[in-house]
């Protein structure tokens, strides 16, 4: 069956660029996570939806960094003013699990890995 | 940004001997911890979850064990194969006080040498 599908694969912006990814998730999940990965390194949280709750922005790094999921389903990042630090893989991941559920495992795309020049 | 802890970041071994990999946390309110792996240039991979109210599960050929007390999980690998080299990373699911979010740790590298 189809996985969780993110868009582009590769992108490669200027620095002061505002940028766009997407996560398009497995059908029916109502969990959507935002991770940051960089060279090396383990998974930055990001951001969290969870069905019509508000989303969990506590990871996003600053105010240049936001998030939506419309209609409880497709999400876009949008980075504005793209910094160098940025560069990175951008990974997203959905899941079944909903409040007070066993654990559900998290599902993720493949990533988005943007560099900015 | 949020992370669990990890005790090794690489981690070498002879194929066909056992593998294990350490995690530290320090959350003490989640309800599951979890194993994923990473392979190149892919997203991570579900491998095996624990409730926190037991101290071991077993897969195939992955055993997970919990130490609450210490706040320390393990991954163990038996007869380890060459499939088995990547980055493993050890996640705890916040729960309801967390409101039930994934926070992955930093990641250990394994290399299976044939």
């Known amino acids: 069956g189809a996985g969780v599908s993110q868009s582009p694969s590769n992108k490669v912006t200027e620095k002061g660029k505002d940028v766009e990814l997407r996560c398009d998730p497995i059908?029916?999940?109502?969990?959507l996570y935002w991770y940051r990965q960089s060279l090396g390194q383990g998974l930055e949280f990001l951001i969290y939806f969870q069905g019509n709750s508000a989303p969990d922005k506590s990871g996003l790094p600053s105010d240049r960094f936001s998030a939506e999921r419309t209609g409880g389903s497709v999400s876009t990042l949008t980075i504005q003013r793209t910094q160098q630090e940025d560069s990175a893989v951008y990974l997203c991941?959905?899941?079944?699990?909903?409040?007070?559920?066993?654990?559900?495992?998290?599902?993720f795309g493949n990533g988005t890995r943007l560099t900015v020049t | 940004g949020e992370s669990v802890g990890l005790h090794l970041p690489t981690l070498s071994v002879q194929e066909g001997d056992n593998s294990i990999i350490n995690c530290a946390y320090s959350?003490?309110?989640?309800?599951?911890f979890i194993w994923y792996k990473q392979e190149s240039g892919k997203g991570p991979q579900f491998i095996i979850d624990?409730?926190?109210?037991?101290d071991k599960r077993q897969g195939q050929r992955v055993t997970v064990l919990l130490n609450k007390t210490v706040k320390h999980l393990s991954l163990q690998i038996a007869a380890t194969q060459p499939g088995d080299s990547a980055v493993y990373f050890c996640a705890e699911s916040r729960g309801p006080l967390g409101g039930f979010k994934t926070i992955f740790g930093a990641g250990t590298r394994l290399f299976v040498k044939a």
């Open positions: 991941a959905s899941s079944l699990r909903g409040t007070g559920q066993l654990y559900s495992p998290l599902h």
């Open positions: 059908s029916g999940h109502t969990a």
């Open positions: 959350n003490s309110a989640s309800d599951y």
């Open positions: 624990i409730r926190s109210n037991m």
